[in-house]
């Protein structure tokens, strides 16, 4: 992490402006079969590379500005970024807690995404079933997904307090909408010692149509004894995607590391169970309720630090639809998986961050 002092805004005291990132990137092999078919593609691949900026204003005893600035960083080529297409705002901190506006990733992604996933984002990771896929979108658009990067949210955390802390968001309408689709999102974690328990809600209003209501529930829980974590998940979501017509899904995660030395030890298994109501029209991932709309996915690694900012490591994932749902990989996608169909995939690669 680099610092910068450049400018007279900065040179005042009490402000700081620092240049962070990491950059993630494997040689892949992905298989796609199912459906009387099997296809083999070895790939090099951007797991998610982030460049940042972000720095902080002491205007008083009690008050401090912060900003944040982030972008993906593409370093495989391919794709599009824009400056600010990650986490980016303007906020105050004191200790009455923290205001923050501005593009951020809703508080329910943080009950399990960064505590529970040892894979945290990128193809291996839970995100493929868990929230049914990952979104950075405005009010309305990629309805059906619960792990998102939010537009337009103002979002505020209270202080610590022995351990327990809230974060609240909502989203404000970026023009006006023939609609009113708005979202808001609330986390109660407790971190203390060994242990982290979190549980966070989110709303969604008018996202499918006008007067249409989703919602998401997620518990997490995370033990740590020795150079062990034990991490654990559950959601249920639940959908109104036409008028009339209703469908929840119940989805779960058990996950493990285990660190000795430089060398760390991980598994993950999610389950995505068969939905339930009576839609008649698949919700993302999830397909038609009845028998054939669950998914698994197993992913095993191991990541060896040279460094404290540079690891080399390995993973394993294997995601395997029912009949009618279409989960797909996470961070770099198939876009040939349809209904039905199982994805394999296995990497080694590099993280450095800076």
């Not at 980016?88 to 505590?115: K, N």
């Not at 119940?250 to 991980?266: E, I, M, V």
């Not at 397909?287 to 996915?297: D, E, K, L, R």
């Amino acid at each position: 992490m680099l610092a910068a002092t450049a400018g007279p805004a900065l040179a005042q005291s009490g402000s700081s402006v620092q240049i962070y990132g990491f950059i993630k990137e494997d040689v892949e092999t992905v298989r796609l079969s199912g459906n009387g078919r099997s296809e083999t593609l070895t790939r090099l691949a951007n797991d998610l590379s982030v460049l940042g900026f972000r720095g902080q204003e002491r205007i008083n005893s009690d008050l401090e500005t912060f900003f944040q600035i982030e972008t993906n960083l593409r370093m495989t080529g391919g794709g599009t970024s824009e400056i600010s297409d990650r986490n980016s705002g303007l906020g105050l901190r004191g200790p009455w807690g923290e205001f923050l506006m501005g593009q951020w990733e809703m508080p329910l992604r943080f009950a399990s995404v960064y505590t529970v996933d040892p894979f945290t984002a990128g193809v291996f990771a839970s995100n493929s079933i868990m929230g049914n896929g990952f979104t950075t979108a405005g009010n309305g658009m990629a309805p059906h997904s619960f792990d998102r990067r939010q537009k337009n949210l103002f979002q505020y955390t209270t202080p610590n307090w022995r351990g327990f802390s809230l974060k609240m968001g909502v989203t404000l309408p970026e023009r006006m909408p023939t609609g009113n689709p708005m979202a808001w999102s609330g986390l109660a974690s407790y971190a203390s010692g060994d242990w982290f328990v979190a549980w966070g809600h989110e709303y969604h209003r008018d996202y499918f149509y006008d007067g249409s209501a989703d919602h998401a529930d997620r518990l997490a829980v995370t033990y740590t004894f020795g150079g062990t974590k034990l991490r654990g998940a559950y959601e249920r979501l639940r959908y109104q995607p036409t008028p009339g017509q209703s469908v929840y899904r119940d989805a779960w995660q058990l996950a493990a590391t285990h660190s000795f030395g430089p060398h760390q030890l991980r598994a993950s298994y999610t389950y995505g169970a068969d939905a339930h109501g009576d839609t008649t029209k698949a919700v993302g991932g999830i397909g038609v309720p009845g028998s054939g709309s669950s998914a698994w996915q197993i992913s095993l690694g191991y990541g060896y630090t040279l460094s404290k900012r540079t690891e080399v490591w390995t993973s394993f994932t294997r995601l395997v639809n029912g009949e009618t749902s279409r989960y797909n990989l996470s961070g770099n996608p198939l876009p040939q998986l349809t209904a039905g169909d199982a994805a394999t995939a296995f990497g080694v690669g590099i993280t450095h961050k800076f």
